[in-house]
């Protein structure tokens, strides 16, 4: 869907990213002594090298309150100016609270309301999605959209088809109202719920309350058809992506990046490839975080801005697939960050 435009709507610009990431690295050869793979194996088949853990007993709220005060800090503004967070995570600290609730207490955002959301790797697209809305409309002048993930903390270390893919992350976004040639442009968020058995957490809602037999059976951590999400994460990205050009009225040459979700360097590539994308329009941290489910989005577009390789004007394709199964697609007019003055170079 296009952003919708009218004389009560505004157009919305993210203003500033901020990131996440535990110091503790976790390289491919830990994955070697605990179960039956090796590093040239998970290179190969994923481009992971190393992932980031944070430790035992840290909860989702911890990192996403980093990412935000990050946000907030390169801004120069302070937590009382924020008027939403939405955080966008599978792994909350609880089922409630919402992790949205923790963080505004803990950065001290005042005067801010918000609520968390379920996308999974599309989290961070949707919560773009859903905050976007109440900016544009006036609703809030000043929106924290945070994707954080602990992954670890579901990942079953005797399970070699998924252990050795998932890091612990935080990446945040602050939306403000845009200036003239930047904001975003429109998004393709999808929902396809007959996937759902692709990939999931069977135990531990309302349907399969935790249990000892639960526990017995590890259904309380992530399970996937790993090949079958993989060809659909390919096919539906591109289609998408496609899509929401096409609705833009812009075209696959107009794409200056492409941030996507960070699951697997192949399918990152083939997606770049259906898009005819080279490797230096692709942003990738896949190698280096592994798949930080809603936090991969925000903290490659950091990395990129960290690296100098995203310019103003810049048009960013954002692109994810998640459970549900979910597909995030966002176009964005990059207008640099609104940086804090003492933070100017
Ligand atoms: N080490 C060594 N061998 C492994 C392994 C590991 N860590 N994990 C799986 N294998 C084996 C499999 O058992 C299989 O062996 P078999 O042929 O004897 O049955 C073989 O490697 C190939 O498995 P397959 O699942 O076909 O590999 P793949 O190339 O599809 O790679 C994934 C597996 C999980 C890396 C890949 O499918 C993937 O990335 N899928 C999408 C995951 C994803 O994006 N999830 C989150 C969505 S946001």
Redesign the pocket.
């Known amino acids: 869907m296009i952003q919708p435009s009218g004389p009560a709507v505004r157009r919305v610009a993210i203003t500033s990213v901020g990131a996440f990431l535990p110091d503790r690295v976790i390289p491919n050869a830990h994955?070697e002594k605990i179960?039956?793979?090796?590093d040239r194996?998970?290179v190969e088949?994923?481009g992971i090298h190393e992932r980031r853990a944070v430790e035992p007993g840290t909860g989702c709220s911890h990192l996403a309150s980093r990412a935000a005060r990050d946000a907030i800090e390169r801004r120069g503004i302070t937590a009382d100016e924020v008027d939403l967070i939405v955080v966008a995570t599978v792994t909350p600290d609880m089922s409630f609270p919402a992790t949205a609730c923790l963080v505004q207490d803990d950065i001290g955002a005042g005067r801010a309301w918000g609520f968390d959301l379920s996308a999974?790797?599309s989290g961070f697209t949707f919560a773009l999605g859903a905050a976007t809305q109440f900016v544009a409309s006036g609703g809030a002048d000043k929106a924290l959209v945070i994707g954080a993930d602990v992954m670890t903390s579901i990942t079953d270390y005797e399970d070699?088809?998924?252990c050795?893919?998932f890091g612990d992350a935080a990446g945040a976004v602050l939306l403000e109202p845009a200036e003239e040639d930047e904001g975003i442009l429109g998004f393709n968020n999808k929902v396809d719920g007959s996937g759902r058995d692709l990939?999931y957490m069977r135990s531990g809602g309302s349907l399969r309350p935790p249990s000892h037999e639960t526990v017995d059976r590890r259904e309380h951590f992530v399970r996937?058809e790993?090949?079958k999400?993989?060809r659909f994460?390919v096919r539906s990205s591109a289609q998408a992506a496609e899509e929401l050009l096409d609705e833009a009225g812009l075209t696959r040459d107009d794409v200056d990046f492409l941030v996507c979700?960070q699951?697997?360097a192949?399918?990152i590539n083939a997606i770049a490839k259906r898009l005819r994308l080279p490797p230096e329009q692709v942003v990738k941290t896949v190698h280096k975080y592994g798949?930080t489910?809603a936090a991969s989005i925000p903290t490659a577009l950091r990395d990129a801005l960290d690296r100098g390789a995203v310019k103003s004007g810049d048009l960013l394709l954002l692109s994810?697939?998640?459970?549900g199964l979910t597909i995030g697609t966002a176009l964005v007019r990059w207008g640099g960050e609104r940086v804090a003055p003492g933070l100017r170079s």
Not at 35 to 38: I, P, Y
Not at 320 to 323: E, L, M, R
């Open positions: 994955f179960v039956d793979t090796s194996w998970i088949r994923t999974a790797c070699r088809t998924t050795i893919l990939l996937q790993g090949r999400v993989f994460a979700h699951a697997n192949r399918i798949n489910t994810s697939v998640g459970a």
